[in-house]
């Protein structure tokens, strides 16, 4: 406080005499030495001639020029600053002020920097539906929203398909008891086909359009499969066993590699928009970073990186969509922190306490914002500005920790799933038509097709 005090008085003084104080500054000056001293560099010799003899010549004989000659003498005299009338100069002339923007520059820029208008953002959800039986399990993942925009959400045994185009609903599939609960939903980049797994272990494959079973995949995991995610016709598989397998749906033995470094059931997992990168969540509390260029179909594959800086499980996971190797990471409820590396390095580079269980991210597509949704004591979704990480909004309602988070394929409208049993909607990412023109565009990597340079 004191030294803000004393910053302030000495703003003041200084506002109030600046001159003053420039002038004692500059007392040791040759300029204010008390000695009038002409400076002869300054001076005009010529000009000083002629006033000293031509003109006085002109004066004492008035008569001697006619009128048009005097006109002449005195346009001549203006046209050549012949007016003055000192001699001699004791300082150097002041420099012509100069902008330090030139008015044309300035007035340029201010024309393509127009001030940006804030967005609004509603605090209120724009629409919320029933989900009776939601499983309320942090570990799960039962919520997507495909590029079709269709939205499925797994229910108890059941898979409910909502067409976001006319709020159509329709049932999948309902499994057994026996393979029941459902414990994971993705669907595959073409917005078709839908990937879901089960408490037994298996994972079925589904065509959406002809609500036809295309296959089960059997024989990856010993347990629970709560987490998927596609890397084109790639599907990666997580479970409670703690292996990580991916398919290659399109051949008979399906099982291509396996990632072995998890302890206890992974719970999130993220490929990268490149394809290249993996990364996984698990109740062990690790965030491990796999290469594709190092999966190994004969051996378990070894992790690129292991980071062990949450200290809870790690379930919410996202790549950043306009910077290729930024990662957000967070979570649960002994940790409550979202985290950010570069995979490259796997270095944290930030670190944010929310004060609650994080259960899933998503960056807005449109601009440099993350949302995450927390659980208790508000059960609320936060927006963050990226990367100063300050609070832009607070979206309230649930009044359960809101376990799952989807976007809309066009980034604009967010659904929430809460184990209050109901699903929000949230347009929280702006309007279809502002995004459009708002979206930046991606940081696209050095060498992004090569795996690595040596």
Not at 51 to 66: F, H, R, V, W
Not at 113 to 135: C, F, G, H, M, N
Not at 358 to 366: D, F, G, I, S
Not at 388 to 406: I, N, P, Q
Request: with cysteine; hydrophobic share 35%; glycine share 6%.
């Amino acid at each position: 406080m004191d030294a803000g005090s004393v910053s302030s008085s000495a703003t003041k003084s200084h506002s109030r005499c600046p001159l003053k104080e420039q002038y004692l500054q500059r007392r040791n000056s040759r300029e204010n030495l008390d000695r009038f001293i002409p400076n002869r560099s300054a001076m005009d010799f010529d000009y000083a001639h002629y006033m000293l003899t031509e003109a006085i010549k002109g004066k004492e004989n008035p008569m001697a020029s006619s009128p048009s000659k005097e006109a002449y003498r005195k346009h001549l005299a203006e046209t050549f600053n012949m007016n003055r009338t000192r001699i001699l100069a004791f300082k150097n002339k002041p420099p012509t002020p100069t902008d330090a923007i030139p008015n044309n520059c300035s007035t340029s820029f201010q024309q393509s920097k127009p001030v940006k208008a804030r967005r609004y953002i509603p605090q209120t959800s724009e629409r919320t539906l029933d989900a009776p039986d939601l499983v309320d399990d942090y570990y799960l993942n039962l919520l997507d929203w495909g590029s079709s925009n269709v939205l499925a959400i797994a229910l108890g045994n059941t898979v409910y398909l909502w067409d976001a185009t006319d709020g159509n609903t329709s049932e999948l599939v309902t499994v057994d008891d026996e393979s029941g609960p459902v414990t994971s939903v993705k669907w595959a980049p073409d917005g078709q086909h839908i990937s879901i797994g089960l408490n037994n272990s298996d994972i079925q494959l589904w065509d959406s359009t002809s609500n036809r079973l295309l296959r089960t995949l059997k024989g990856g995991h010993q347990s629970r499969v709560g987490a998927l995610d596609w890397n084109n016709h790639v599907l990666t598989t997580g479970g409670m066993d703690g292996r990580i397998v991916n398919n290659d749906v399109r051949i008979r033995s399906h099982i291509v590699e396996t990632y072995t470094g998890h302890h206890q059931e992974v719970c999130g997992l993220k490929w990268s928009a490149s394809g290249q990168q993996l990364a996984s969540g698990g109740n062990d509390n690790l965030l491990h970073i796999w290469d594709r260029s190092m999966a190994s179909a004969n051996a378990p594959t070894q992790w690129l990186h292991r980071l062990e800086d949450h200290t809870a499980a790690v379930k919410a996971l996202a790549w950043c969509p306009f910077q290729a190797n930024l990662l957000a990471s967070g979570g649960g409820g002994g940790d409550k922190c979202i985290k950010f590396w570069n995979t490259h390095t796997g270095a944290c580079l930030n670190s944010v306490n929310t004060g609650s269980q994080v259960c899933a991210l998503l960056w807005n597509k449109n601009e440099r914002e993350l949302l995450s949704s927390h659980g208790f004591t508000e059960n609320q979704l936060t927006l963050w500005k990226y990367p100063s990480m300050v609070k832009m909004a607070e979206l309230t309602g649930h009044t359960s920790r809101v376990l799952f988070m989807a976007q809309s394929p066009d980034g604009c409208t967010v659904a929430s799933a809460a184990g209050d049993e109901t699903l929000r909607f949230w347009n929280v990412f702006g309007s279809p038509e502002v995004a459009a023109k708002a979206a930046p565009k991606a940081a696209t990597e050095p060498f992004a097709h090569l795996n690595r340079i040596r």
